[in-house]
């Protein structure tokens, strides 16, 4: 069985960074070929894209947060990061990481990211 599993979710101040990852475990299944994303959800708001990476290395952002975060990949590792820098207070919210683009989509069961004083 194929989990995703998200870890580095934090208490933070305001400016500070955070490095969230997300390790697919429990099987053979390469995700290189496969787009990852995280995504996050505040209480009462609906579930967001923050950053998308394709299997070619393409990435792109939500406009919140471009220029502060950054998402990588290491394929050999079926490893995904997420850098959060100048982390502001609503940014606070759960963070999934999330796999697609093979026989069959993956969510990790999220992590929390709290950024206050």
């Known amino acids: 069985q194929v989990q995703l599993v998200e870890s580095g979710g934090d208490l933070v101040q305001p400016g500070g960074s955070l490095r969230l990852s997300c390790a697919a475990s429990?099987?053979?299944?390469?995700?290189?070929?496969?787009?990852m994303s995280w995504y996050r959800q505040a209480p009462g708001k609906q579930r967001e894209l923050v950053a998308r990476v394709t299997s070619d290395g393409s990435t792109n952002y939500a406009d919140s947060v471009r220029g502060r975060f950054t998402i990588s990949r290491d394929a050999g590792k079926n490893t995904v990061h997420l850098q959060m820098n100048a982390l502001k207070p609503e940014d606070t919210a759960v963070y999934y990481c999330?796999?697609?683009?093979?026989?069959?989509?993956?969510w990790g069961q999220g992590t929390q990211v709290t950024v206050s004083t």
């Open positions: 999330y796999a697609n683009g093979g026989p069959t989509d993956y």
């Open positions: 429990g099987s053979r299944i390469t995700f290189y070929f496969y787009t």
